[in-house]
């Protein structure tokens, strides 16, 4: 149990980012300040609005198990970032700010006709939708798996305080909480490896540290070596990677939206360069507190399964006394690795290539016997969430973390849930009220019914990613799960804006015959092959253009 402080910590927090977003922007009084905000941020506002859109609760809660079971070959998923900024901020970015456009696929209407304009803000809306489910019940399954609440509680309790001030600030309230939000999470972030580190055994230093990891095969940051089907290399990070990137920052309307509040293009700019340099830091830094984690429960014994509440499920079955003996297992095997390790320490031998194998194959032993506790726990009960990384870090803050930096640390998770699900709300609401309603439904309304609609449609999204994320499982890690999600729909969108900006021969026929075509391969390719999601990011961009061109180039020479 969390104590008093803690508690007062986190509700703090989550009250002083909401009565803060109510009071800086209760005054909307069109539906354009409403959507896009008064349009007169500074870079670095814009740069910490972005940051905090893309860093929700699955990165806090997610990415440090990613590191402590798969080490910190991760970061390579961003080395395209920065390449991807430069391109938006040459090409993309210009365009959207010479048509004065409040979405991203407005833009396409006046490239092509009403017809891509709508299919793009369709993929936007599923993609999207689905996305903002998941970074939702991301803090609601751990959080009530760890304290026992109802998933229904937790998920009414994120979404109500994240709905109260989107609905009456709008897009200002979502761009200026986001500051105090970032704040709270890098705060957060930089406590947390402070503590980690301090709670070190005796003798266990930076070198020691890194030579453990390096010979565990944690400090896996680069790779070389060329394999479509693996998921993180340099390739797939530097080229696949740099696709989903251009895609996210460039199209999806969560992300747009940030940057056009801009006071000018130049500002705008500054924001997006701030956020690709910024941004592998940071996701570096999430990464090696998980590498930390690692180091930590190397020497102070983690549980079999991390997940208690399927612990403690599991104890109530038939197949008890098994789980019981592979925690037996477990302990002798943990306790050898860890004299094994402190005998290396005092011998000064953590770079002999044997010391690294013999770790290595200690850490496959207590791998099987975790995949053996899973399958245990699937037997009890086959509709257990039995992946438990995503409930590593958590398990560490609450066990060994101090008091009030615990609510600190929940607060930091809270914070990122509501900073990337306001964006998404947000963006949600603009699109369908631009894109959708105004253009395709009721057209010559006065704007005051349209801020009456915008206002009524936030609401309806914020309820409905609620219901969503209900009823939301997802089956693998969750960091993992909303990438592979982005990448089956990115490409195909980002194919549609890039035909549009430099493609100039390609028609509206063609370049929707592309994107039909090409998301039908990307879901067949994901679903049918061993390709590392990533890549169909850059296969589904490829195919809109080809196929687009290709198109255009037969029918309208006829």
């Not at 997006?272 to 940071?282: A, D």
């Not at 257990?384 to 973390?401: S, T």
Request: aromatic share 14%.
């Amino acid at each position: 149990m969390i104590s008093w402080i803690d508690w007062s910590v986190l509700l703090g927090s989550l009250v002083f980012i909401t009565l803060f977003g109510i009071w800086k922007t209760k005054k909307n009084s069109s539906t354009r300040a409403y959507l896009m905000g008064d349009e007169e941020l500074n870079w670095w506002t814009i740069g910490f609005s972005i940051m905090a859109t893309q860093a929700s609760a699955i990165t806090f809660l997610s990415t440090p198990g990613q590191a402590y079971e798969d080490g910190m070959r991760f970061i390579q998923f961003y080395f395209g970032l920065p390449l991807a900024m430069i391109v938006l901020s040459v090409f993309i970015l210009p365009q959207y700010y010479k048509l004065k456009v409040f979405t991203a696929y407005e833009f396409l209407e006046q490239r092509f006709d009403v017809r891509v304009r709508t299919l793009t803000a369709v993929l936007f809306l599923l993609l999207r939708g689905l996305s903002a489910s998941i970074t939702l019940i991301a803090p609601a399954i751990i959080l009530s798996a760890l304290f026992g609440w109802s998933m229904a509680f937790t998920i009414f309790m994120l979404g109500s305080f994240v709905i109260v001030y989107t609905l009456i600030g709008g897009s200002n309230a979502v761009s200026k909480t986001q500051v105090q939000q970032m704040a709270i999470i890098l705060l957060g972030l930089f406590m947390a490896i402070i503590l980690i580190y301090s709670q070190l055994p005796a003798g266990i230093g930076i070198k020691e540290t890194f030579s453990i990891a390096g010979s565990a095969g944690k400090m896996n940051i680069v790779d070389f070596k060329f394999d479509p089907k693996e998921r993180y290399n340099i390739w797939s990070g530097l080229l696949a990677s740099f696709f989903l990137f251009l895609s996210y920052f460039g199209t999806d309307q969560s992300q747009v939206q940030r940057y056009l509040t801009g006071k000018t293009l130049t500002e705008s700019r500054l924001g997006l360069m701030f956020n690709g340099l910024v941004k592998i830091p940071m996701q570096f830094t999430v990464l090696l507190t998980g590498l930390m984690v690692y180091i930590f429960f190397l020497f102070q014994q983690p549980p079999l399964h991390f997940n208690e509440v399927n612990r403690q499920n599991v104890m109530k079955t038939e197949v008890a006394n098994e789980y019981k003996n592979l925690e037996a297992k477990f302990d002798v095997v943990f306790n050898d690795r860890k004299t094994f390790i402190t005998e290396n320490i005092a011998k000064d031998n953590l770079s002999d290539e044997t010391f690294s194998q013999k770790l290595k194959d200690y850490n496959k032993k207590i791998r099987e016997l975790r995949l053996e506790a899973r399958e245990k726990i699937s037997q009890a009960n086959p509709s257990a969430k039995v992946k438990d990384e995503d409930y590593i870090f958590m398990y560490y803050v609450l066990n060994y973390f101090p008091v009030g930096v615990i609510g600190l640390l929940l607060a930091m998770i809270f914070s990122a849930a509501m900073s990337s699900t306001a964006s998404e709300i947000n963006a949600l609401a603009t699109t369908f009220i631009v894109d959708i309603y105004k253009r395709n439904w009721v057209k010559d309304a006065t704007d005051e019914h349209y801020l009456k609609m915008s206002k009524t449609v936030t609401l309806g999204w914020g309820i409905l990613l609620m219901i969503f994320a209900l009823w939301a499982a997802p089956l693998e890690n969750l960091i993992q799960a909303v990438n592979i999600l982005g990448s089956l729909f990115y490409g195909t969108i980002l194919g549609v804006v890039v035909s549009a900006i430099f493609l100039k021969k390609v028609s509206a026929n063609g370049v929707i015959v592309g994107a039909i075509v090409a998301e039908t391969v990307v879901i067949l390719g994901y679903f049918f092959s061993d390709i590392g999601y990533l890549w169909f990011n850059a296969i589904g961009c490829i195919l809109v253009m080809f196929i687009g061109s290709a198109y255009s180039a037969i029918f309208n020479k006829k």
